[in-house]
């Protein structure tokens, strides 16, 4: 089981530059930044971690929609779980540029951003992946209408949301990971469950294709 990030010297390199760019630069950030990196954030990234290597699912090129800053999922796959390639699909701009502060250590082979509405612009038809992650849901669009965009897609997926309806940007709540996976429209779901995290809110994860 993964209960943790490893803490490594170069980890820490970035992140460190990481916080104090961002508070030089765009401290209009920092408070985003915060609660990207909350208890929660890291229990339900290893929660992700932990039900793919139950299922001994072992992606490769992994697409991250609406992956924020990606700073505690990337060395969670590229670490923990061997994968080779990770992009993170963002339509923050300023998230995407800090992104790249705090996985620095990465090259661009490995970890790389795209700036685009993961919900009304299709995916190149040159870009593959045999994962696609999305822990945000519930800001989004139904999953239906990013697979409509994208019908070449052939991946599994892993999605997160929650019934947390009190903050104005959670658009699309769910009451159940059962409700997750039909807004997805995922026809084999190898994965279904809920989790209260740290900061008393249930999350709904499936993963399925």
Not at 32 to 54: F, M, V
Not at 154 to 180: G, M, P, R, W
């Amino acid at each position: 089981m993964v209960d943790h990030i490893k803490f490594t010297t170069e980890i820490i390199k970035n992140w460190s530059r990481g916080w104090y760019e961002t508070a030089i630069q765009k401290p209009w950030q920092m408070e985003r930044l915060l609660n990207a990196s909350t208890k929660s954030q890291l229990e339900s990234k290893l929660w992700i971690i932990n039900e793919l290597n139950n299922l001994n699912i072992k992606p490769k090129r992994v697409g991250l929609l609406g992956g924020w800053f990606a700073h505690i999922i990337t060395p969670l796959l590229i670490e923990e779980m061997k994968v080779s390639f990770v992009k993170n699909f963002e339509i923050d701009e300023d998230a995407k540029n800090i992104s790249y502060k705090f996985n620095n250590r990465y090259d661009k082979n490995t970890y790389t951003t795209g700036h685009k509405n993961v919900m009304i612009e299709p995916f190149n038809k040159k870009e593959n992946f045999d994962l696609i992650i999305n822990t945000s849901c519930e800001h989004m669009f139904p999953m239906r209408k990013f697979r409509e965009l994208n019908s070449h897609i052939n991946c599994i997926f892993v999605l997160q949301s929650t019934n947390e309806t009190k903050y104005d940007d959670h658009i699309n709540c769910v009451n159940s990971a059962e409700e997750l996976a039909n807004q997805a429209i995922l026809q084999d779901v190898y994965y279904s469950g809920s989790k209260v995290l740290d900061n008393g809110m249930t999350r709904f994860m499936v993963i399925g294709k």
